[in-house]
């Protein structure tokens, strides 16, 4: 391997000759051989596009020359594209704040900059990574500036997402009007509900996390850019913040506006914090969503298996014919994640001290994992698992007639007292709670048919639905 030698304050080292990072990224990827995962690409993108306001805000207020400037945005312009992104090569566990992950694109955008401008990599006495690319700039103005526009990015891609899961537990809500079910709590025969009711409430639910993270996305809306170090704005020139922040708002096309304390938010990036607590919450409704898919279609002969889940592979190497509820377990595995995230940020957010953050590497590694491992895992999960439930009516019927919950409907009829001893009696037999009912000539079979009737015991009203009844109970 050829090399050249670049020198920093530190001294001299050895540069792959074909990099285009410099000597501060080889110190970083010596010094932080941790995991081996690198930037999240949208980290990347966001990055550059810093520079690239920060560099057109420069050559507005005359601080950068324009011939300078014009290539570090011309270089911008290549990796938000898409190109150089094997040149981001340090690890997302680095030095605090993300200092390593700033000279990384700073050294990738000088050396390209240098060759359109026909000089070779590292001749930084044309275009240099601290004073021109880094100009106006600190990694603690940049970073976080980065990380909110990634997630605000990712956030954006997120929620048709959501609205698409939730459109098709709605769909399935409307197919499955009408079919009675047992309700449980505790696990136990619990009142009658309707299966289209189950599913409701999981659009509602799905509908307050969307609600809850568009709020928390307003929050990533302000940014610490222009305030450099510790918040103040020194070695900025008058006009640049608000300039750079209109830049950068332009480039991305994502409505930006500047920190309303710069020193505020330079010691708290707690907009990710907001934005991990509502991905917590709905990674606990998903939790609570999949755990009722597997155990409502449990079975599929020895189970609950009031609903069918689409098949979707083999679900084991030594039993023929088992299929797994695979795209719930997924579900789980993914929203587990997200939860331990939160945790990370959490702590990751109260660690600032005096006038920074330094943990941000980690908050952004975090975030921008819950935001894409969400994205792709309910995307595949409407696809592949919740458009292609279906309903067992005669098995919800079955479990329903059997359920020792009927005996609390009854209750306004006979008496507390009278349908508890229905209700032991009916577990004792074996029988259901009706024919209890009928063999004793408690109520007529007219009478209980009115007292059962799906939508009187579910709170609605026949009227309400238009066509069939529903299986019924008569």
């Given amino acids: 391997m050829k090399f050249r030698i670049e020198k920093d304050t530190l001294g001299s080292k050895k540069v792959p000759a074909d990099a285009y ?31 690239m306001a920060a560099a057109e805000a420069n050559i507005t207020l ?4 324009k011939k300078i400037g014009k290539e570090i945005v011309r270089a911008a312009r290549e990796v938000m594209e898409g190109r150089f992104m094997d040149q981001f090569a340090v690890d997302v566990f680095q030095a605090g704040a993300g200092t ?36 106006s700039q600190s990694t603690n103005d940049v970073f976080p500036t980065a990380m909110y526009i990634a997630a605000l990015s990712l956030t954006d891609e997120l929620i048709p997402v959501l609205n698409s899961f939730k459109n098709a537990l709605k769909t399935r809500s409307k197919e499955f009007h009408g079919i009675l079910k047992p309700g449980r709590t505790h696990l136990q025969d619990a009142v009658p ?6 599913f409701d409430a999981y659009a509602s639910s799905i509908e307050k996390n969307i609600l809850s993270i568009e709020k928390a996305k307003d929050s990533l809306r302000e940014v610490s850019l222009g305030g450099t170090a ?28 500047p920190a309303g304390d710069p020193v505020e938010a330079t010691q708290n990036p707690t907009a990710v914090l907001i934005l991990s607590g509502a991905l917590r919450e709905l990674a606990v409704n998903l939790i609570k969503i999949a ?13 609950i298996g009031e609903i069918n889940l689409p098949p979707v592979q083999p679900g084991s190497s030594i039993m023929p014919g088992k299929v797994n ?57 409407t696809d592949r698992c919740i458009s292609g439930i279906t309903a067992n009516p005669a098995r919800c019927r079955e479990l329903n007639e059997m359920s020792l919950g009927l005996a609390t409907i009854l209750s306004p009829y006979i008496g507390y007292e009278a349908s508890a001893e229905v209700a032991k009696e009916a577990f004792k037999s074996g029988k259901s709670v009706r024919d209890i009912i009928l063999e004793k000539g408690i109520l007529s079979k007219k009478k209980l048919g009115e007292i059962l009737d799906p939508f009187v015991v579910t709170g609605g009203k026949q009227t309400w639905f238009k066509g069939p009844r529903g299986q019924g109970l008569k």
Avoid: C
């Fill in 62 to 65: 005359g601080k950068l020359k």
């Fill in 100 to 135: 390593s992950h700033n000279m990384n694109a700073n050294e990738v955008l000088a050396n390209r900059a240098l060759e359109f401008l026909g000089k070779e990599k590292g001749e930084y006495s044309t275009v240099h990574p601290h004073d021109h690319v880094n100009m």
């Fill in 230 to 257: 510790v918040g103040t704005g020194i070695n900025t020139g008058p006009g640049y913040r608000k300039l750079v922040v209109e830049r950068l708002s332009k480039i991305t096309s994502l409505y930006l506006r």
């Fill in 291 to 303: 755990n009722d898919l597997r155990l409502l279609s449990s079975g599929p002969r020895t189970g």
């Fill in 193 to 198: 509900i309707r299966l289209d009711q189950v």
């Fill in 21 to 51: 990072y410099g000597i501060e990224t080889v110190r970083a990827i010596e010094n932080f051989p941790v995991s081996g995962i690198k930037a999240h690409q949208r980290l990347i993108w966001a990055t550059v596009a810093v520079k």
């Fill in 325 to 381: 509820p695979v795209m719930a377990e997924m579900i789980n595995m993914v929203a587990f994640e997200v939860i331990g995230n939160d945790l990370t940020i959490t702590m990751a957010t109260q660690a600032s001290q005096l006038e920074l953050n330094v943990m941000m590497p980690l908050m952004a590694f975090n975030i921008l994992q819950s935001l894409e491992i969400l994205k792709n895992s309910i995307r595949v999960f």
